[in-house]
């Protein structure tokens, strides 16, 4: 049980505090609830150019790290479609470096051309690296507007081409923090050896000051169901020929997420899984194979993913897959697998509470998709979940009709005589 206070200041910043006595360091997470899914589709690409913009300076402080380094402090942060997450962990007794730090960030930011001018050129070279010039690195950029037509989960966090951030302008960087970057759009926690009236009053005295701002409403296009099955084909300079197959699923609070989550965890968890012993061990038909999914905040995706080994058609394995998705929405799993990868879900969830910085993110998390008290209850939630629900959820998700497949194809050299 992780029992936590919660407070809310004047300007609508949300604070989260768990006091922890077993550790010298104290985890400070502040999580912003904009990401990919809120951003203009013409201008994508800006909620993860602002996790680096928000290192370059912010109106009082012209460096972020250097003073949270002489004070023993790290930091790190990430962005994806639904929210943008930044992190400190910092000794008890400097905490409050950490508050005039993410405090004043949050004011505002220098905004000059040249700090975008940099930050500009760091994502235009992770875009590069990342998704243009590494194997296998551009799949998502292809799977997303595939399986997605109307959701802005359609494009990538980095965004959905290279000219949305080199023609970002300096006013509509400005326009895009303004907008979301507010105390009324962001959930604080700290988890520590702290006190909850201690870290009341240091909220107040640094995030206080900072007055509301006009944050929109949400008004994100829902997908609609898939009616047909979508495929698409590409060749790439890759090793191996890949697959990928994705399903639309459930959104991250409906109580189905958890059955789709153990699904994935039976059919590619460990070597033990079913793919990986049938596909790979025995059949010889994939150097791996993956099921996972999204998690994202609304309707998120099923995802079947392989690397085929040489000489191995695509036909071969598309029916492979098939049988084993055949298997699970048919025949009810044994009472062993079924424990197996309920433990195992149990076992990393307690593992990942020891950590504060871990304790401090999903107490954020949980928060922003509802309750932070489902920190308590996640574990119940798993073990909820029947061997019927996932005969019923298989059977519901995986059908052609919901299904976008990808054929990633390596280039091979014409042989000649």
């Known amino acids: 049980m992780i029992n936590y206070e919660k407070f809310e200041l004047?300007?609508?910043?949300?604070?989260?505090?768990?006091?922890?006595?077993?550790?010298?360091?104290?985890?400070?997470?502040?999580?912003?609830?904009?990401?990919?899914?809120?951003?203009?589709?013409?201008?994508?690409g800006f909620a993860h150019l602002f996790e680096h913009l928000m290192f370059g300076?912010?109106?009082?402080?012209?460096?972020?790290?250097?003073?949270?380094q002489l004070v023993g402090g790290e930091n790190n942060a990430f962005t994806n479609n639904d929210f943008t997450n930044y992190y400190i962990s910092v000794p008890r007794e400097n905490i409050e470096t950490a508050f005039w730090l993410e405090s004043d960030r949050m004011l505002s930011l220098t905004f000059t051309e040249k700090s975008l001018e940099a930050q500009r050129s760091v994502v235009i070279e992770e875009f590069k690296?990342?998704?243009?010039?590494?194997?296998?690195?551009?799949?998502?950029l292809l799977l997303r507007p595939?399986?997605?037509?109307?959701?802005?989960?359609?494009?990538?966090t980095i965004g959905k081409e290279i000219s949305h951030i080199e023609s970002a302008k300096l006013d509509d960087v400005k326009n895009f923090f303004f907008k979301h970057?507010?105390?009324?759009?962001?959930?604080?926690?700290?988890?520590?050896?702290?006190?909850?009236?201690?870290?009341?009053?240091?909220?107040?005295?640094?995030?206080g000051p900072i007055e509301r701002r006009d944050v929109p409403q949400k008004n994100i296009a829902q997908e609609p169901v898939q009616t047909e099955p979508r495929f698409e084909k590409v060749t790439r300079d890759v090793p191996f020929d890949a697959i990928y197959k994705t399903y639309h699923i459930f959104d991250r609070t409906h109580k189905h997420y958890y059955t789709t989550d153990l699904i994935s965890d039976i059919l590619s968890s460990g070597k033990s899984s079913r793919m990986y012993r049938t596909l790979v061990q025995?059949?010889?038909?994939?150097?791996?194979?993956?099921?996972s999914i999204s998690g994202t905040l609304d309707n998120g995706l099923f995802i079947i993913s392989g690397n085929l080994i040489d000489g191995?058609?695509?036909?071969?394995?598309?029916?492979?897959?098939?049988?084993?998705?055949?298997?699970?929405?048919l025949t009810l799993v044994t009472d062993y697998e079924f424990e197996k990868v309920k433990n195992?879900?149990?076992?990393?969830?307690?593992?990942?509470?020891?950590?504060?910085?871990?304790?401090?993110?999903n107490l954020g998390y949980f928060e922003l998709i509802g309750d932070a008290n489902m920190i308590n209850t996640e574990i119940e939630n798993y073990r909820n979940v029947t061997k019927e629900d996932l005969l019923n959820v298989s059977k519901e998700i995986f059908t052609a009709n919901n299904c976008s497949t990808l054929h990633y194809c390596a280039k091979r050299e014409l042989i000649t005589n």
């Not at 025995?282 to 099921?291: N, Q, Y």
């Not at 191995?312 to 929405?329: D, G, H, L, M, W």
């Not at 076992?347 to 304790?359: G, H, Q």
């Open 10 to 44: 004047n300007n609508g910043l949300k604070i989260l505090v768990h006091t922890d006595k077993t550790s010298p360091f104290t985890a400070l997470n502040l999580i912003y609830n904009v990401g990919a899914r809120d951003e203009n589709p013409d201008m994508t």
């Open 57 to 68: 300076g912010s109106i009082n402080i012209p460096e972020y790290d250097k003073p949270l």
């Open 129 to 140: 690296q990342r998704y243009l010039n590494q194997p296998y690195g551009d799949v998502w």
């Open 146 to 156: 595939l399986a997605y037509k109307a959701h802005p989960y359609r494009w990538a």
């Open 181 to 207: 970057y507010a105390p009324n759009n962001a959930i604080l926690s700290v988890v520590g050896n702290v006190e909850p009236e201690e870290i009341r009053a240091l909220a107040q005295k640094w995030f």
């Open 282 to 291: 025995e059949k010889k038909l994939f150097t791996s194979i993956d099921a």
């Open 312 to 329: 191995v058609t695509f036909e071969q394995a598309e029916n492979a897959i098939a049988e084993e998705i055949e298997k699970i929405s």
């Open 344 to 361: 195992k879900v149990e076992s990393a969830f307690v593992f990942s509470e020891i950590n504060n910085l871990n304790k401090a993110m």
